[in-house]
């Protein structure tokens, strides 16, 4: 039987700290997928809202003030099972990513030869792009390049100073394939660098649990704090915690939609500033950005399966012997009538992840999106469904609240929080019901042998990560 592995505690009020996740014991509070689709009564519409602040003593929602457009319900019965959808490059997978400073005035082939470079087409590409005044500058420039695994060179970034009437820029070169050609682009870069805040804080905070209340990041910029750095600096190696820090860069700008996310995080040395790890935030074409080392190691999958502090992990999925509580009308001695709620025990599929912990625990999504749909659903009880990018939507079931001013529409951030645990619908006890669905098909978020998107770097992935290494890196 596999082992529990504790999360994180959870520190702030919106933060579920969590590194990896594991099926654990015996179940208690599940039901079966086919009770959970039985659509529940209509509500009126209500037009969608703006993503707004959570008052932090506003009363939560109960279910019949929220409204659920037909438009938004998910219909049609849902496929069992998911294979796995990325093709890995495995040269390029467990790669490495190098970084430097190489020295101005030796012009495009000395830059590469101080990165130990020795490719003739990378060569002319960057002659092509890098300006003639770029020789003429004194100091150094940053730049990055990706190697595969077995030292084949297919990305380089150099990140250009700002010249008079243009702001900084980054040349991208990169082959999609060890015998492509090296395509080339120049990016400006000048409102990520302008926005770019960043914070230190001790890793010894880290590993007891005490993080500084006043620090600049929003409690749901925290919770993507917490799990890469669970994972770079796992627990049983809390007594090398003295001596390193934890520097977070996060976005300071006014934009909502990415104000407070964190760009990069890095472990170092606070005596020589050395950087031990690293995690970067990835935007990627298609699918929801996620955490990623520069080999290409995700942080991703225990965000994704983390909604909610636990006790533990009481159902994964599969076919397993269920337990549903299910409304049964009964006739009185006097002739009358009344409902009563009547246990029955039967083998079907169960389709989420189901976590034990107690009623009114908060419940946050796992990942950016919207609100698609919000309110009472059969056996799901209190349900919301979040829609991420790519075909993806997360379920989060039994609630026994909605959070204040959540509405269908609502864009909503991942850490947030957006309901409350509870035992409403065909439920026997305080949990949460966990669903990750790609087009109608169900993922088991557990099986790690399966590479899903949302937890994978595809090879396209790496060329934003250069930008994001080159953005986030101190200029020299």
């Keep these: 039987m596999p082992s529990l592995v504790r999360l994180l505690t959870r520190t702030l009020p ?18 079966d997928a086919a009770a959970l689709d039985k659509p529940a009564a209509k509500a009126p519409a209500k037009a969608p809202a703006k993503r707004a602040a959570v008052k932090a003593k506003a009363k939560p929602k109960a279910a019949a003030e929220v409204a659920k457009p037909k438009s938004a319900r998910t219909t049609g019965k849902a496929r069992f099972g998911a294979k796995p959808e990325v093709v890995r490059d495995e040269d390029l997978v467990g790669g490495t990513m190098r970084r430097g400073c190489a020295v101005t005035g030796t012009g495009a082939e000395g830059m590469l030869a101080e990165a130990g470079v020795q490719d003739h087409e990378f060569l002319n590409a960057l002659r092509r792009e890098v300006p003639a005044t770029v020789s003429n500058l004194k100091g150094c420039l940053s730049y990055v390049l990706t190697l595969t695994r077995s030292g084949v060179l297919r990305a380089f970034g150099l990140r250009l100073p700002a010249e008079p009437g243009q702001s900084d820029r980054v040349v991208l070169l990169s082959r999609d394939a060890p015998a492509a050609p090296v395509s080339a682009q120049i990016e400006d870069i000048g409102k990520a660098v302008r926005d770019l805040a960043t914070v230190s804080l001790p890793m010894r905070d880290f590993v007891a649990h005490t993080l500084d209340f006043q620090t600049p990041l929003p409690a749901d910029s925290l919770h993507s704090l917490h799990a890469p750095v669970a994972q770079m600096h796992p627990k049983g190696s809390d007594e090398l915690a003295d001596g390193l820090v934890v520097r977070a860069a996060y976005d300071d700008g006014e934009d909502e939609e990415t104000s407070g996310r ?21 935007e990627r074409d298609g699918l929801p950005g996620g955490y ?18 636990f006790t533990r992990i009481s159902r994964g999925i599969g076919n397993f012997k269920t337990t549903a509580r299910k409304p049964v009308v009964k006739r009185t001695a006097k002739g009358g009538s009344k409902v009563v709620m009547v246990k029955s025990t039967k083998r079907g599929p169960h389709v989420g992840v189901d976590y034990a912990a107690p009623t009114g625990v908060p419940v946050i999504a796992v990942a950016d999106g919207k609100v698609i749909e919000m309110g009472p659903r059969g056996g799901y009880g209190n ?8 075909g993806y939507t997360t379920r989060y079931a039994h609630l026994s609240a909605f959070s204040p001013e959540l509405e269908v529409g609502t864009e909503v951030r991942r850490g947030e929080e957006i309901g409350f645990v509870g035992s409403t619908g065909f439920s026997t006890g305080p949990h949460l019901h966990f669903e990750i669905r790609r087009d109608g098909v169900y993922l088991d978020p557990l099986d790690q042998r399966l590479n899903f998107g949302l937890w994978s770097m595809r090879p396209a992935d790496y060329l934003p990560m250069l930008k994001q290494s080159l953005i986030t890196d101190s200029p020299r």
């Design 14 to 31: 919106g933060i579920v700290a969590a590194a990896c996740l594991v099926a654990a014991p015996q179940a208690r509070a599940h039901v």
């Design 262 to 282: 964190i760009q990069s995080v890095e472990i170092l040395r606070e005596s020589t500033g050395e950087v031990i790890r690293q995690a970067l935030w990835v």
């Design 292 to 309: 990623f080392a520069p080999d290409g190691t995700s942080y991703e999958h225990s965000l994704w399966t983390a909604p909610v502090s």
């Design 383 to 390: 349900l919301i469904i979040v829609e991420h990018a790519g």
